[in-house]
């Protein structure tokens, strides 16, 4: 579950075959290093259905926190998008399979390649080693009110990353937009529209050019984060803490 949900490692772009190489190379590496206790085995189907269940509401959960922070780029494609008046130049997602603005692409992109310098995609595997030590198979508690709390601030979080890589964009080309709404109405023969949309596309390229480099620090911020939560949620998650 893990593998198919996590960021850059479930990509639709990875073919199948390396996704299930991945998944047995991790069970043979993690499972030398998992104590197990034969008497937590459950002796029913019931109870072998329970810990599936289990641990793939594990895995998925673990998969989502991390895959939010690059989910922050679509967001604030979207919002530079708007500003840039690119809303309808959309491309095709492999990620999701559906049209997406391409500014919303090209952050991705880069957004993509900063996680993968800053090993953002071995949290997810860190993440993954660390759940069988704190919560042994069989004994999840995914339903506990601290873990969608815990969730909840993640997506939170996305929300305020996607505003601080967008903020200094949309900022400025909301005040170019003021100024030329000023001019036509000094200068009612001026067609803003025409003179403005290029510019507008022009500036926000600019400015995205400048911003970006204080991408790779927002970027590290959210995965610090991102592993703390992890750390918390796989605490609140344990059976015995309930």
């Known amino acids: 579950m893990v593998v198919a949900f996590a960021p850059i490692l479930g990509s639709p772009n990875i073919v199948t075959e390396a996704k299930v190489a991945l998944a047995l190379t991790l069970t043979f590496v993690i499972a030398p290093t998992v104590s197990y206790s034969a008497t937590l085995m459950p002796m029913t189907w019931f109870g072998f259905a329970w810990l599936a269940v289990g641990e793939l509401m594990t895995g998925l959960v673990l998969a989502f926190m991390v895959r939010l922070v690059l989910e922050t780029a679509n967001m604030a494609g979207e919002y530079l998008s708007f500003q840039m008046s690119m809303t309808m130049v959309n491309v095709l997602d492999p ?88 001019v036509a109405k000094a200068v009612p023969q001026m067609q803003v529209l025409f003179v403005g949309m290029p510019l507008y596309i022009l500036a926000g390229l600019v400015l995205i050019g400048f911003s970006m480099d204080f991408w790779p620090r927002q970027i590290g911020q959210a995965i610090f984060e991102a592993q703390t939560a992890l750390t918390r949620l796989l605490d609140f998650m344990t059976i015995g803490r309930i």
């Not at 957004?111 to 759940?131: E, W």
């Not at 999840?140 to 200094?168: D, Q």
């Open 95 to 182: 990620q999701s399979g559906t049209q997406v603005p391409v500014v919303s692409r090209f952050v991705y992109i880069v957004f993509v390649l900063i996680f993968l310098f800053a090993n953002g995609h071995l949290v997810v595997i860190k993440a993954l080693v660390d759940s069988f030590k704190v919560i042994p198979p069989g004994l999840v508690a995914f339903w506990a009110p601290e873990t969608f709390s815990e969730v909840m601030l993640a997506v939170g979080r996305m929300y305020i990353l996607a505003v601080k890589v967008a903020a200094p964009v949309v900022g400025l080309l909301f005040c170019a937009k003021v100024s030329f709404g000023i």
